[in-house]
């Protein structure tokens, strides 16, 4: 990375307008060609600075039009996102929704084996008092995939370990996303997620071995791609989770 021109390490008054939304690193590059990797944390007043964090954690204050032209655009679709978020108050409750489970077991055997399908619904509510225009729901359905189970080639049951001590972790996503109406004061609309599996192995009746889940991660997106309000449920390891780790994790096709 280009180390940072003086125009970027200039001392500003307060900077007022900021996004809910900063963990997004962004490739910033002025008019001679210099860059930097930062996140871009507040615009002044009069739209002339703005604050970056590089992801060595140092803030910075530079003008805004020493950046090309990508980046000015840049900077107006996230001064939008900003708006978004500081005139609009969002709700977001999701609500865990548990499907078929199916048991599986061969007569002659000690092994027994449980299916389970699971999802959520995720509602938004605009608690504004303004209408929310048109924006997106996006969702990620994280677990730690531990088993794969199906039929052997003679009809009988068959699985496979996805971990090991060497591996002892597998995690897995996936993905979605809807388009949202727009949304007048304390009205809602509800988005049922995709489902995932949970596979059990019991032997002699006792647990061996299951697959995990993480939770979910649910996000209201403008049509400009920025995010303006999220939700997480699941456990510790989830909410430790940056977005950079989620989008890493490996995600499993959809199904036709």
Known sequence: MSRLPALFIAILPALILSAQDSDSLHEFTDKKGKNVVATLLKVSDDNRFMRIRREDGQEFDTEINVLSLDDQQFIKNWMKT????????????????????????????????????????????????????????????????????????????????????????????????????????????????????INRMFISGKLYREDEPYGIIARVVTTEGNVVAEKRIGNSRLDAMEWKEVSEIKELPKDD
Request: glycine fraction near 6%; charge should be negative; proline fraction near 4%.
């Open 82 to 197: 900003a708006k978004l978020a500081s005139d609009f108050r969002l709700e977001i409750d999701i609500e865990k929704k548990t499907g078929r489970t199916e048991r599986l077991k061969e007569s002659s055997s000690s092994y027994e084996f449980e299916k389970r399908l699971a999802g959520f619904e995720v509602k938004v509510r605009n608690l504004s008092r303004e209408s929310l225009p048109p924006t997106r729901l996006e969702y990620t359905i994280i677990w730690d995939d531990h088993l794969a189970m199906g039929l052997s080639d003679d009809g009988g049951l068959s699985y496979s370990s996805l971990t090991d001590e060497d591996n002892p972790i597998n995690l897995v996503k996936i993905t979605g996303e809807a388009s949202l109406t727009a949304l007048p004061f304390n009205r809602d609309e509800v988005v049922p997620t995709g489902e995932i599996e």
